[in-house]
């Protein structure tokens, strides 16, 4: 089985610019979830999609933006990025079989992007 | 808001040493995850805990999820150099909703 991909891995933005950043699940699973690593932050939590719509979002402004296709694919996209928005952006793939009690999530390389 | 503690930021230990890193919520979370991060890698889940008082163990790795479901350990016993890595803890508000992170221990064996 495929792992979590993620396009593309590096990124170099100018500040204002947009950008977008793809994630592929794991075959099978429906939850895609995006965070945010930077050194002073640590890792945050952005949002979760399930089965196309948003299950959560976390404390990020507007300007962060994700939807998921009906293939399970999704997309994360910033709007005018800003010098601090800089990070390696993580998405992370789910499966739950909650009779069972098993989850498990695997995590894509992410995405390293720099805003100059 | 809901914020997660984690201790200690760094462990140094000899290898065969155990290692415990601890993690504290606000509030009362619905569940929590364990990751481990190598170095230039990206995280790896290693388990969920859902259930008050929980303890779940892998191999060398011990997970406990406290009765009030506010703090969770990971006791790893005689580490070994393959340890090393930064464990995360990340507690959740049903269904993983609105996760937050602790900052993260750093553990570094000496072989």
């Known amino acids: 089985k495929a792992g979590v991909t993620q396009t593309p891995r590096y990124l170099i933005k100018t500040r204002g610019q947009q950008v977008t950043l793809s994630c592929s699940p794991i075959?099978?699973?429906?939850?895609v979830s995006w965070y945010q690593q930077t050194p002073g932050q640590g890792l945050q939590f952005l949002f979760e999609?399930?089965?196309?719509?948003?299950?959560n979002k976390g404390n990020f402004p507007g300007r962060f933006s994700g939807r998921q296709f009906s293939n399970s694919r999704s997309e994360m996209n910033v709007s005018t990025l800003e010098l601090g928005d800089s990070a390696l952006y993580l998405c992370?793939?789910?499966?739950?079989?909650?009779?069972?009690?098993?989850?498990?999530?695997?995590f894509g390389p992410g995405t390293r992007l720099t805003v100059t | 808001g809901q914020q997660v503690m984690q201790i200690p930021q760094y462990q140094h230990v000899q290898e065969g040493e155990d290692f415990t890193t601890y993690c504290n919520s606000s509030?009362?979370?619905?569940?929590i995850q364990w990751y481990k991060q190598r170095p230039g890698g990206h995280p790896v889940f290693l388990i969920q805990?859902?259930?008050?008082?929980e303890v779940k163990k892998q191999k060398r790795l011990t997970f406990q999820f406290g009765e009030a479901k506010k703090n969770s350990s990971l006791h790893i016993t005689a580490t070994q150099t393959t340890d090393v890595g930064t464990y995360f803890c990340?507690?959740?508000?049903?269904?993983?909703?609105?996760?937050?992170f602790g900052a993260g221990t750093r553990l570094t064996v000496k072989p």
């Open positions: 992370a793939s789910s499966w739950t079989q909650l009779v069972a009690g098993i989850y498990e999530q695997y």
């Open positions: 075959s099978g699973h429906r939850s």
């Open positions: 999609y399930f089965s196309e719509t948003q299950r």
């Open positions: 509030t009362t979370l619905s569940n």
């Open positions: 805990l859902v259930k008050s008082g």
């Open positions: 990340a507690g959740g508000r049903g269904n993983n909703n609105d996760m937050r």
